[in-house]
């Protein structure tokens, strides 16, 4: 099987849970989370894929050709290195690799990669996903609050992307669910 064929996008507002979702998928299928880079400053929640650079160096990134796909969210920057995808698609070590993206994002790797999978993780209760980004105590409440703002457009762009939809819960009695779901859109072909 080809890596590309089991690229799998993970689009959703801050909060939803996508990242918790990629990391159980990462230690139960052994799929990798692709690094990102970015113009924002590190958060305490942070981990090794994350890479900082300023403005000028992102726009000569991707004025290189250097991501597979970039996009800008809350005045930040944030691009998916080509390479590291191609890496990944030469191994034999790893089931697929995950990316976090933003719907425009998701839409650039899709004429890339048209056999990616999207899966769109949605709130089934938004009002729950400004709890959750207080709760996680990673990022100033100016920031969180500038995210909260974005909301309703980010829901709207996201439901002109054809891709399935799962809706998430703040509930950890429906996570294994949620999971689950995931994984049957992701190993049903």
Known sequence: MNILDRVVCLVGPSGVGKTSYAKRLVKKHRFV????????????????????????????MVNSGFFLEWDKYSDYHYGTPIRG??????????????????????KKVLEVIPT????????????????????????????IQAR??????????????VCRK???SFSPDSWDKTFGEIESIIFSG
């Open 33 to 60: 989370l692709s690094s990102v880079i970015t113009t924002r400053q590190h958060r305490s929640d942070d981990d090794e894929r994350y890479q900082y650079v300023t403005d000028s160096v992102f726009i000569e």
């Open 85 to 106: 995808v191609e890496e990944i698609a030469n191994s034999e070590c790893h089931t697929g690799v995950i990316l976090d993206l933003t719907p425009n994002g998701c």
């Open 116 to 143: 990616a999978t999207i899966i769109a993780l949605l709130p089934d209760n938004p009002t729950w996903l400004f709890e959750r980004l207080i709760s996680r105590n990673s990022q100033p409440l100016d920031e």
């Open 148 to 161: 909260t703002k974005l909301l309703k457009s980010y829901l709207d762009e996201m439901k002109l992307l």
């Open 166 to 168: 799962v809706y998430a």
